[in-house]
């Protein structure tokens, strides 16, 4: 058998695996979402918990359209009074404006969270719509980004023993893993820098930055990382180098001389991440826009502080609406 005749024997049933369990998992979501007023339902019951509230004025006194299901009638005196406000399941939401089906909505969202590599619009324009399909895959691709949006998360502040680095996103430092320590410091051309904070075994905060600077390096620690965490582990970027003097248990290790691990002075689960946000960015996306690219951070960071989460899609659906 020749090389690329054993590469294809090798790949073909992994495609087939992939391909399988995605659609498994989509068949388990079309019964969980049969219809367009299932996915209505459980889009309420996400966003008002407690019921129903004005997105508006956030006033509790609203009444049901009997005619029009789910939508309802705010009448404060915020809303008009009398003539009132008027609303639906999916105002204020990154649903609204748009005449796609929710349920379609739901399906492209479930598959971003069970993609743990990431998915591109035109892999998920193909899986929903087939190969032939004539409809529009901008419609996909734009689906995507809003979701992407909603995985925003929250504010989280790191404990524990936390990793901090940066890495570089774009041109051909995604081929270089090994060496992006030689060249990228300070950053360069054409690429992107992205700090980041791990708490090990637990979550991640990352951000793009606009520039490197001491005083964006220091913020985002301040922003992301509380005082009593047991340890800061970060390379000796300069960056860094007060966190000590600002009462951080502040360690390094010497990427510069090749030192990569000192007893528990490491930045390893960062690097496992940003291989996967790197991999994925690649595979899925081929090339990121730096107006895009905080996006991704926001969908690779979500997808990881929520892979164990069993009821993430349902925690997504708290999240899309502003
Ligand atoms: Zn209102």
Redesign the pocket.
């Known amino acids: 058998m020749s090389t690329s005749g054993a590469i294809r024997w090798v790949l073909t049933p992994v495609f087939f695996c992939v391909r399988f369990t995605t659609m498994k998992t989509i068949d388990a979501f079309d019964r969980q979402f049969p219809s367009e007023e299932s996915c209505k339902q459980f889009l309420a019951d996400m966003r008002w918990p407690q019921g129903v509230r ?1 997105p ?2 956030n ?1 509790e006194k609203v009444y049901a359209l009997k005619a029009r299901p789910f939508h309802w009638l ?1 009448k ?1 005196k ?2 008009g009074g009398r003539n009132g ?1 008027r609303f639906s399941v999916i105002t204020h939401t990154i649903f609204q404006d748009t005449k796609i089906p929710l349920k379609l909505w739901f399906k492209v969202g479930y598959l971003m969270l069970v993609s743990k590599k990431g998915i591109s619009a035109l892999q998920i324009h193909r899986v929903i719509f087939g190969e032939d399909s004539g409809s529009d895959y901008h419609t996909s691709w734009y689906m995507c980004h809003r979701w992407r949006a909603a995985m925003k998360g929250d504010a989280l502040k790191l404990t524990g023993e936390v990793e901090v680095d940066e890495t570089y996103i774009g041109g051909k430092e995604q081929n270089k893993h090994k060496s992006k320590r030689l060249n990228a410091r300070g950053g360069s051309v054409g690429k992107i820098p992205v700090i980041g904070a791990i708490a090990r075994k637990g979550m991640v905060v990352a951000k793009v930055l606009e520039r490197v600077s001491h005083v964006d390096m220091e913020q985002f620690v301040h922003e992301t990382v509380k005082d009593d965490v047991s340890l800061v582990a970060t390379d000796e970027a300069g960056g860094y180098r007060l966190l000590k003097r600002q009462g951080y248990p502040h360690e390094t290790v010497g990427h510069y001389k090749g030192e990569y691990v000192r007893g528990n002075v490491h930045t390893a689960n960062l690097d496992s991440f940003w291989s996967l946000l790197k991999r994925g960015i690649m595979g899925s996306y081929h090339k990121v826009s730096k107006d895009y690219l905080p996006l991704y951070v926001n969908e690779f960071s979500w997808r990881f502080n929520n892979r164990k989460n069993p009821n993430a899609f349902a925690d997504l659906l708290t999240t899309c609406s502003h």
């Open positions: 004005c508006r004025c006033s705010c404060s915020e809303c406000y």
